[in-house]
T-cell receptor
Framework: GAGVSQSPSNKVTEKGKDVELRCDPI?????LYWYRQSLGQGLEFLIY????????KSGLPSDRFSAERTGGSVSTLTIQRTQQEDSAVYLC????????????????FGPGTRLLVL | AQKVTQAQTEISVVEKEDVTLDCVYE???????LFWYKQPPSGELVFLIR??????QNEISGRYSWNFQKSTSSFNFTITASQVVDSAVYFC????????????FGQGTRLTINP
């Protein structure tokens, strides 16, 4: 079946502009994650969705970052007033919901959106 | 706090050599999961293996094998008879159960297999 898809693949923007990054999870996956991969910080967690709710936003670096998910499917990560330090690859992952508290489902990743802020 | 350390930043070997990628983790949780992902030049993270903290059996999948040792908090990955297609960045990751189950990644090991 289809994997996680993300768009755009690449985005170049000017400092101060807003950007929207989109993620389409694997069909049936209720959990959705956003991660960021940058040279200096490695791979870091941003936000987690279960359905349309975001019970863990602890990784969002500032209030310029926000995300939403609609219909338990597509998610959009929005960065307002972009800064050069926002340049990174933004990765989306999805997984099934764990059927038990002690279980962990595997997260499957999309190809990422490479963001460059000039 | 959870932490994953991949001390080897880069490894370069000649094709057909065996190579082991090290992963050491820190966690206070008694139940947790460990993962390995491969990131080829195309950039997509590809899932390789998942292991829970109660299962210390080593696993072999073709040329790949994993050695999980709770006593040393390590989850090492060995590629036998390496091939050029194995060239990639490999990430080890840790996750607690419950809650967001977010992944905490190591810094990655860039593996280059030379023909």
């Amino acid at each position: 079946g289809a994997g996680v898809s993300q768009s755009p693949s690449n985005k170049v923007t000017e400092k101060g502009k807003d950007v929207e990054l989109r993620c389409d999870p694997i069909s049936g996956h209720t959990a959705l994650y956003w991660y960021r991969q940058s040279l200096g910080q490695g791979l870091e967690f941003l936000i987690y969705f279960q359905g349309n709710s975001a019970p863990d936003k602890s990784g969002l670096p500032s209030d310029r970052f926000s995300a939403e998910r609609t219909g338990g499917s597509v998610s959009t990560l929005t960065i307002q007033r972009t800064q050069q330090e926002d340049s990174a690859v933004y990765l989306c992952a999805s997984s099934l919901e764990a059927w038990d508290y002690l279980q962990q489902e595997t997260q499957y990743f999309g190809p990422g959106t490479r963001l460059l802020v000039l | 706090a959870q932490k994953v350390t991949q001390a080897q930043t880069e490894i370069s070997v000649v094709e057909k050599e065996d190579v082991t990628l090290d992963c050491v983790y820190e966690t206070r949780d008694t139940t947790y999961y460990l993962f390995w992902y491969k990131q080829p030049p195309s950039g997509e993270l590809v899932f390789l293996i998942r292991r829970n903290s109660f299962d210390e059996q080593n696993e072999i999948s073709g040329r790949y094998s994993w050695n999980f040792q709770k006593s040393t908090s390590s989850f090492n990955f060995t590629i036998t008879a390496s091939q050029v297609v194995d060239s990639a960045v490999y990430f080890c990751a840790l996750s607690a159960v419950g809650g967001a189950q977010k992944l905490v990644f190591g810094q990655g090991t860039r593996l280059t297999i030379n023909p």
